[in-house]
T-cell receptor, first 107, second 120 residues
């Protein structure tokens, strides 16, 4: 069993739609990271959370420590949001990653 | 642009050979971590260095080793290459942060573009 599970694995949306990607984890964590990976491999850090909620532009990330669950929301989605979104958790000095959610936003 | 650079970007090796991958950290970052990402998979944590000492390791055999230098740049060395070592190798630099409890842990990650290794 993976320490980090993401859903859905693949997601296709129309431009403008509200998108939610979910991440559940089974270990105690000190932080959770949401990452974005574009084709070609480059990874960008979107959020680092240890509690509550963070917002950056059209992106919102929430975490519920008691339920061991986090969500990444994208409002007013745009084709440039198409990428793989990866959830990663830090426990001690060890990272565990989800397998990613591949998002395609159609114009 | 994260300020983290990796070299080489692509390389091809044969089974049994050794490889060294390099990573330069963003200025001011004293922590570097390395990851292996096989095609179609999420990254897997290899290890992390903080101030030149390994302070975290994933489930990788000893033939995966690393170094961090006084300028906080880093190397990943893989000996006795196997076909399954073919992957994208990513490094990320960061600066520690203090949690609400006062413990030091890894801060926001800044990734390089990766080194794509093919083992034939």
């Amino acid at each position: 069993k993976n320490e980090v599970e993401q859903s859905p694995q693949n997601l296709t949306a129309q431009e403008g739609e509200f998108i939610t990607i979910n991440c559940s984890y089974s270990v105690g964590i000190s932080a959770l990271h949401w990452l974005q990976q574009h084709p070609g491999g480059g990874i960008v850090s979107l959020f680092m959370l240890s509690s509550g909620k963070k917002k950056h532009g059209r992106l919102i990330a929430t975490i519920n420590i008691q339920e061991k669950h986090s969500s990444l929301h994208i409002t007013a989605s745009h084709p440039r949001d198409s990428a793989v979104y990866i959830c990663a958790v830090l426990t001690g000095n060890q990272f565990y990653f989800g397998t990613g959610t591949s998002l395609t936003v159609i114009p | 642009e994260t300020g983290v650079t990796q070299s080489p970007t692509h390389l091809i090796k044969t089974r049994g050979q050794q490889v060294t991958l390099r990573c330069s950290s963003q200025s001011g970052h004293n922590t570097v971590s390395w990851y292996q990402q096989a095609l179609g998979q999420g990254p897997q944590f290899i290890f992390q260095y903080y101030r030149e000492e390994e302070n975290g390791r994933g489930n990788f055999p000893p033939r995966f080793s690393g170094l961090q230098f006084p300028n906080y740049s880093s190397e990943l060395n893989v000996n006795a290459l196997e076909l399954d070592d073919s992957a994208l190798y990513l490094c990320a630099s960061s600066f520690p942060r203090r949690s609400s409890g006062g413990a030091l842990s890894t801060g926001e990650l800044f990734f390089g573009e990766g080194s794509r290794l093919t083992v034939l």
